[in-house]
């Protein structure tokens, strides 16, 4: 098993030995370096070149965006996971390409979904280097920004005012019009089967004869029925080569 190299990086000391009791449990961490303050992190970064930093934001001197914003012109950028107790952070997080938002105290269901993210970027992270488009969306879940790579999004629909954004369990909603996101997701096979639904291709298991030429998409594990318009059906053939 190849391991997930990673530095800690809070200048609280309970914080850090609370975060790293909790990695312990995902045999693919490897905690390479501790630090406790950003100059610090700084060189860790450095000389240690990590696949993940997981940093809190609120510390004094140089913060976890400084520290952030700082390795963004490095060769290698380890991902970014914001741990902090502030969530007024999030949009700002978001601006420095962080992968998560990880928020005190820690739980075992936010650490498990922030490992999921980081397996996806490590393992999908050649595919997508080159891609005219965002490494991930910051989406809301209940008050907390959540960063979802779009190998993950299996479709968008718009629904009023809002598009929800669906994943293989969850979904998620953002303000973010179908265009914006379409947009967004340029790079990555999504395909618009309908003025509202904008689809992940790579997630289709079923496309179904439906009535007057349209069509009927199935997306895998999920149960919705996502409509084809007529005006896209050629095209979505096309796309799917049949």
């Given at each position: 098993m190849q391991k997930i190299r990673t530095v800690i990086i809070d200048d609280e000391p309970f914080?850090?030995?609370?975060?790293?009791?909790?990695?312990?449990?995902?045999?693919?961490?490897?905690?390479?370096?501790?630090?406790?303050?950003?100059?610090?992190?700084?060189?860790?970064?450095?000389?240690?070149?990590?696949?993940?930093?997981?940093?809190?934001?609120?510390?004094?001197?140089?913060?976890?965006?400084?520290l952030a914003r700082t390795i963004q012109n490095m060769k290698k950028v380890p991902l970014i996971i914001f741990a902090t107790a502030y969530p007024d952070f999030a949009v700002k997080a978001f601006r420095v390409e962080a992968v998560d938002y990880l928020l005190?105290?820690?739980?075992?269901?936010?650490?498990?979904?922030?490992?999921?993210?980081?397996?996806?970027?490590?393992?999908?992270?050649?595919?997508?280097?080159?891609?005219?488009?965002?490494?991930?969306?910051?989406?809301?879940?209940?008050?907390?920004?959540?960063f979802l790579s779009p190998n993950e999004i299996f479709y968008l629909f718009r629904e009023e005012r809002e598009t929800i954004i669906c994943t293989k369990e969850r979904n998620f909603s953002s303000k973010l019009s179908m265009k914006e996101l379409e947009e967004k997701l340029k790079g990555y096979p999504f395909f618009r089967t309908h003025k509202s639904y904008l689809v992940n291709l790579n997630a289709v298991e079923q496309l179904i004869p439906w009535f007057n030429g349209a069509y009927q998409l199935k997306v895998v594990g999920r149960k919705d029925d996502i409509p084809v318009s007529r005006n896209y059906v050629k095209a979505l053939r096309e796309r799917l080569e049949l």
């Open positions: 914080s850090r030995d609370e975060l790293k009791f909790l990695l312990e449990r995902f045999p693919e961490i490897e905690v390479v370096a501790e630090a406790d303050s950003g100059e610090r992190g700084l060189e860790m970064i450095m000389t240690k070149e990590p696949d993940v930093i997981f940093v809190d934001i609120e510390m004094p001197q140089m913060s976890g965006l400084d005190k105290p820690f739980d075992d269901e936010q650490l498990n979904e922030t490992m999921s993210r980081i397996r996806e970027r490590l393992h999908g992270s050649e595919k997508t280097e080159n891609a005219d488009s965002v490494a991930k969306l910051a989406v809301d879940d209940n008050g907390r920004f959540v």
